[in-house]
C-alpha cells in the first residue's frame, strides 16, 4: 500500500508512521511526504530516505490554484492512501473528492466536539474533563467524515494547552499507526506492495 502523509509543523505524528512503517508494524510504504511550507516534518522525511516536497500557497495565484497544485503533486505519487498528519491547510471539494475513500485525517480532540484549528485550547476553555484524538475519513467540510478510531486522554488541573496537546499526541500517534496498519491490513496481499 503506497501511503502519501501531508504535514505542516514538526511532523511528530509523521515520525511515528515513519518508525512503525520502517519497523514493519505496518505492511505499507511511504512514498512521499508533502508540506504546504519548509517544516521539520518535511526533515525528517529527507532524514528517513523519504521524497518530501513543498507545495506554498504564495506560488500560486488563489486558494484553489493552490488546491490543484497540490492534487496534482500528490496524485504524482500514486497514493492508496493520503494521511493528513498535522497539515493545517483546508483541502478544497475537488481535492477531496479526487482522494474520496482514501484520504484520512487525525484531529486532537474527540470528533464532533470541538473541530477545527484549536481543538485542544477550545476543549481546554470548555472545561472538559476527558478529550483525546480522532482519526477520520476526510469529507469535504472541515473535520466531518466518518471516524474510523478515538482515544480518550484525562485533562489534568495544571494542563495548559501545550502541555494537555503533547499529552493528547502521545496517544494520537498510537492510534493513527493502528489505523493506518489495519488499513493496510485490510487490503490484503497487496498490502505490502
Ligand atoms: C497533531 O495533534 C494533529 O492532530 C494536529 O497538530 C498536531 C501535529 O503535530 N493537527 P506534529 O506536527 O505531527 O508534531
Redesign the pocket.
Known sequence: MRIVVL?????????ALLDAVGEQRIPAQIVAVGADQQCR?LQRAEEAGVQSFAVPPSAFADRAAWNRGLQRAVDGFAPDLVVL????RILDEQFVAAFQGRIIN???ALLPSFPGAHG?RDALAHGVKITG?TVHHVAPAVDAGEILAQVAVAVRPEDDEASL?ER??VA?RELLVDTVARIALDRGPSAAS
Open positions: 504535514v505542516s509543523g514538526s511532523g511528530s505524528t509523521l515520525q516534518g498528519a498535522g497539515f493545517m487525525t484531529h486532537p485542544v484524538a496537546h493528547i499526541k494520537e
